[in-house]
Antibody, heavy 120, light 113 residues
Framework: QVQLVESGGGVVQPGRSLRLSCAASGFTFSTYGMHWVRQAPGKGLEWVAIISYDGSNEYYADSVKGRFTISRDNSKNTLYLQMNSLRTEDTAVYYC?????????????WGKGTTVTVSS | DIVMTQSPDSLAVSLGERATINCKSSQSVLSRSNNENYLLWYQQKPGQPPKLLISMASTRQSGVPDRFSGSGSGTDFTLTISSLQAEDVAVYYCQQSYSAPLTFGGGTKVEMK
């Protein structure tokens, strides 16, 4: 079955960097767009970024543009989120999610999430 | 950016009664090219990731009980749970997929009365 497993979360100081990974299995990873979505403690969902099936197109939320980079390695069935210049407001559970198409703007399967805490 | 506004923030419904959640977008999410509304509904139970319930405003996903239905067009949408069950206690979110940046509503918490 389709499975998405995030990793790489942890506690990091403001201004530092962190890279999240998402290992995909159970589907042909290279043919689907992928998203990152985050949820701050006790808050709602915030979309972070999308990447197309081949990595040729990306969009970002304004709140992370210029600081975060989404990428993928189709040979490893893995999605990444490079997070630089982290801020306390980036503290959240980060979900990796699959799009139902090559660059679809919604999510049909979600991982369980990885927690990022930005604190001094 | 398209702003999504949900109401109410929370509601308590008795077992077997109807629950209605509203979602309004700040601009139309109806595509004139294919007459589809780019509006999704998700369910998030405590401690779990969200689950896609309904796509294109009214298309139930495989395995979603038929007590869940979505309706609306343009800027105004509704998620209805026709007969609330205990397992439906959750937070429900709408999302527009019409244009980036993608945006979610603030969520509606459904509780059992």
């Amino acid at each position: 079955q389709v499975q998405l497993v995030e990793s790489g979360g942890g506690v990091v100081q403001p201004g530092r960097s962190l890279r999240l990974s998402c290992a995909a299995s159970g589907f042909t990873f290279s043919t689907y767009g992928m998203h990152w979505v985050r949820q701050a403690p006790g808050k709602g969902l915030e979309w972070v970024a999308i990447i197309s099936y081949d990595g040729s197109n990306e969009y970002y939320a304004d709140s992370v543009k210029g600081r975060f980079t989404i990428s993928r390695d189709n040979s490893k069935n893995t999605l990444y989120l490079q997070m630089n210049s982290l801020r306390t407001e980036d503290t959240a559970v980060y979900y990796c999610a699959k799009a139902p198409g090559s660059f679809a703007f919604y999510m049909d399967v979600w991982g369980k999430g990885t927690t990022v805490t930005v604190s001094s | 950016d398209i702003v999504m506004t949900q109401s109410p923030d929370s509601l308590a419904v008795s077992l077997g009664e109807r629950a209605t959640i509203n979602c309004k977008s700040s601009q139309s999410v109806l595509s004139r090219s294919n007459n589809e509304n780019y509006l999704l509904w998700y369910q998030q139970k405590p401690g779990q990731p969200p689950k896609l319930l309904i796509s294109m405003a009214s298309t139930r996903q495989s395995g979603v009980p038929d007590r869940f239905s979505g309706s609306g067009s343009g800027t105004d949408f509704t998620l209805t749970i026709s007969s609330l069950q205990a397992e439906d206690v959750a937070v429900y979110y709408c999302q527009q997929s019409y244009s980036a940046p993608l945006t979610f509503g603030g969520g509606t918490k459904v509780e059992m009365k």
